[in-house]
T-cell receptor
Framework: SQQGEEDPQALSIQEGENATMNCSYK?????LQWYRQNSGRGLVHLIL?????REKHSGRLRVTLDTSKKSSSLLITASRAADTASYFC??????????FGGGTRVLVKP | DAGITQSPRHKVTETGTPVTLRCHQT?????MYWYRQDPGHGLRLIHY???????DKGEVSDGYSVSRSKTEDFLLTLESATSSQTSVYFC???????????????FGNGTRLTVT
């Protein structure tokens, strides 16, 4: 079973709206990463937030991390059709392993 | 895009046959990984390599073996394919060991394997 959960599983929005997805985990972590996967392609790294950071920005992406709640959120602002993809969180717990969440499928309608 | 090539991109094989998937990188990264992606399970680590001839098991290694004879190539072999191994297989690389330097993974575009 996965140690990470993402919600919602799917999200449909209009172009220009914001998209927010959440990731929860159960163990202590060193860092948490977000990846994007376009249909038929591999995952692409978006952003990494360390356990001692609370918020990080990269372009239209904003990631927050609340280690007390063991959760993270990814916000995509002013979404575009090209943001249509699946988004995965991944976290590094103890040992040499990166655990991935189940993903959120985002559809941005033009 | 990171220089990672997976071959073949698609394969259909019969139960009981051996199958080898290849991952080739041009980044000279030390660490290489094989994941499988299945609905409801996300990505799960099969095996990884931390150098030439140095490999270790991941969380779903049963039925799989790997070899790394050169820095740039990491092979995944299904000794006797089963229907439960129908999946999309992804190779990934990283410059540093996961966690120590918190380096991200770079993924190939996957191999879709169907075992009939």
């Amino acid at each position: 079973s996965q140690q990470g959960e993402e919600d919602p599983q799917a999200l449909s929005i209009q172009e220009g709206e914001n998209a927010t997805m959440n990731c929860s985990y159960k163990t202590s972590i060193n860092n948490l990463q977000w990846y994007r996967q376009n249909s038929g392609r591999g995952l692409v790294h978006l952003i990494l937030i360390r356990s001692n950071e609370r918020e990080k920005h990269s372009g239209r992406l904003r990631v927050t991390l609340d280690t007390s709640k063991k959760s993270s959120s990814l916000l995509i602002t002013a979404s575009r059709a090209a943001d249509t993809a699946s988004y995965f969180c991944a976290f590094k717990a103890a040992g040499n392993k990166l655990t991935f969440g189940g993903g959120t499928r985002v559809l941005v309608k033009p | 895009d990171a220089g990672i090539t997976q071959s073949p991109r698609h394969k259909v094989t019969e139960t009981g046959t051996p199958v080898t998937l290849r991952c080739h990188q041009t980044e000279n990264h030390r660490y290489m990984y094989w994941y499988r992606q299945d609905p409801g399970h996300g990505l799960r680590l099969i095996h990884y390599s931390y150098g030439v001839k140095d490999t270790d098991k991941g969380e779903v290694s049963d039925g799989y073996s790997v070899s790394r004879s050169k820095t740039e190539d990491f092979l995944l072999t299904l000794e006797s394919a089963t229907s439960s191994q129908t999946s999309v297989y992804f190779c990934a690389i990283s410059e540093s060991r996961l966690g120590q330097d918190q380096s991200p993974l770079h993924f190939g575009n996957g191999t879709r394997l169907t075992v009939t």
